[in-house]
Nanobody
């Protein structure tokens, strides 16, 4: 299983980025997918998750600004990030697991390598 995240970079506050995660995983559509992030000196935290029924869950800090989506034909999950803030600066990790609760809990079986998002003030 491979999860390849991309789309990170440097953006000014108020800007937007879209992260992508291409998954080499059998039965992609049956897996819940998620994004977690870890800022310097902080614990890793859930950003957003989406299960196979397209139910979504977001951290309070990103509600109304970030949108998670998936394309089961392309085996890809996306994170559209708008109105970015300096506190969104972190390494963002893509995760996958058959169980949505594990994605939300941060105990997914599968993790990508991460992509760095830096938001300047």
């Amino acid at each position: 299983v491979q999860l390849q995240a991309s789309g990170g970079g440097l953006v000014q506050a108020g800007g937007s980025l879209r992260l992508s995660c291409a998954a080499s995983i059998s039965d992609f559509s049956r897996n819940a997918m998620g994004w977690h992030r870890q800022a310097p000196g902080k614990q890793r935290e859930l950003v957003a998750g989406i299960d196979r029924t397209l139910t979504t869950n977001y951290a309070d800090s990103v509600k109304g600004r970030f949108t998670i989506s998936r394309d089961n034909f392309k085996n890809t999950v996306y994170l559209q990030m708008n109105s970015l803030k300096p506190e969104d600066t972190a390494i963002y990790y893509c995760t996958a697991d058959p169980y949505f609760w594990k994605v939300l809990a941060g105990t997914s079986n599968y993790w990508g390598q991460g992509t760095l998002v830096t938001v300047s003030s």
